[in-house]
């Protein structure tokens, strides 16, 4: 199968970035400051134009279908991530995988769940059909990798601070 690179998609591939990138700091942007409620707003509103623009200019979709595929992807996303941090917590937890300092992981499993969730959840942007499962399955992922390499390295393992 062949994919044509255009300034569309590009620009396309940059908005779902966003998208995938911004929508999990939307609560820590909202923490900030005294006007926390208007930084939630204009942030969760950054988000949704990102994810309707990305939607238009990859799926080249009506904005009611594109609104349907992203609102209904981020619920699928929004569940994985909640289950897949409890599961992570839960098992980070009861096998001592905090860290030397008691309240980390190793900078290796970070970046490998910033970089396996950006990649997965880019590709599953890509086509309409494939973000309800590709988004979710994205979350699952970066998590397991990111307590696999927690578990494997020697700096990961050390006493958890609950």
């Known amino acids: ?22 929508g999990p ?21 950054v988000v949704l134009v990102l994810g309707l623009v990305a939607g238009r200019l990859l799926w080249a979709t009506e904005w009611r279908q594109t609104s349907v595929t992203l609102l209904s992807s981020g619920v699928f996303a929004t569940t994985a991530a909640v289950a897949s941090f409890v599961a992570s917590y839960a098992i980070a ?9 008691g309240a980390g992981t190793p900078t290796a499993a970070s970046v490998a769940l910033v970089a396996s969730y950006s990649v997965i959840g880019l590709w599953g942007f890509q086509r309409p059909r494939r ?15 990111s307590l696999a390499i927690t578990a494997a390295l020697p700096g990961g393992h050390g006493y958890c601070e609950t």
């Open 1 to 22: 199968m062949s994919v044509r690179v255009t300034r569309q998609r590009i620009v396309g591939s940059a908005a779902a970035l966003g998208v995938l990138l911004g």
């Open 25 to 45: 700091f939307t609560p820590f942007i909202a923490g900030f400051g005294r006007l926390w409620w208007l930084a939630a707003i204009i942030a969760a509103g």
């Open 93 to 101: 937890i009861d096998h001592s995988l905090c860290g030397k300092d």
């Open 131 to 145: 973000l309800p499962w590709a988004w979710p399955l994205a979350i699952v992922v970066a998590f397991a990798l």
